[in-house]
């Protein structure tokens, strides 16, 4: 039974549309991520939210919205999407508190056209 | 600014062998490090952590060193196994863990040779 599960794992789409990434966990943390890893295969944190709290946000553009109906979701939409928007996403968890253990999706690979 | 980084990008080692894969830091406020090992179209995978306050954690094959006063950690995995090749990605946590950011290194690709 998958821990951290993200669909699609591929998302094919032409500039300009919107798109949503899903991701779920059921190792009952009360955190969840969402990373980019860009063409140079650098991960860089995106957003956090805990307990449906946003706490990071950075410095991503307003075309990236997170969504978090509750402490095991956390959702991305994209809104138009632009060339450099093609990366792998991450989504992962944790717990807030303790070690910093962060637990990974398998990946949603973006491709925008 | 990368505040992480992997200088080699890729390392080659015989099965059997030891390897090992290392990381410098600038930020003297990280207190919290782990090491990722991750496969082809998957997630990254924890491997193992370290805390500020230790100069080594060792889980199996796998040890971890941190020196603080030169800001640099590595990660020695002995022996090498065919399946331990993987990009093998150096995380750092910044001290007080308010936004539990974990900041990565560009990875290390290691290729155990069997």
Redesign the interface.
Known sequence: DTAVSQTPKYLVTQMGNDKSIKCEQNLGHDTMYWYKQDSKKFLKIMFSYNNKELIINETVPNRFSPKSPDKAHLNLHINSLELGDSAVYFCASSHRQGKNIQYFGAGTRLSVL | DQQVKQNSPSLSVQEGRISILNCDYTNSMFD?F?W?KKYP??????LI?ISSIKDKNEDGRFTVFLNKSAKHLSLHIVPSQPGDSA?Y?CAA?PYG????????G??TLLAVQP
């Open positions: 919290y782990l990722y179209a998957e997630g990254p995978t924890f952590s990009v990605f946590s863990g308010a936004t539990n950011k974990l900041i990565f560009t990875g």
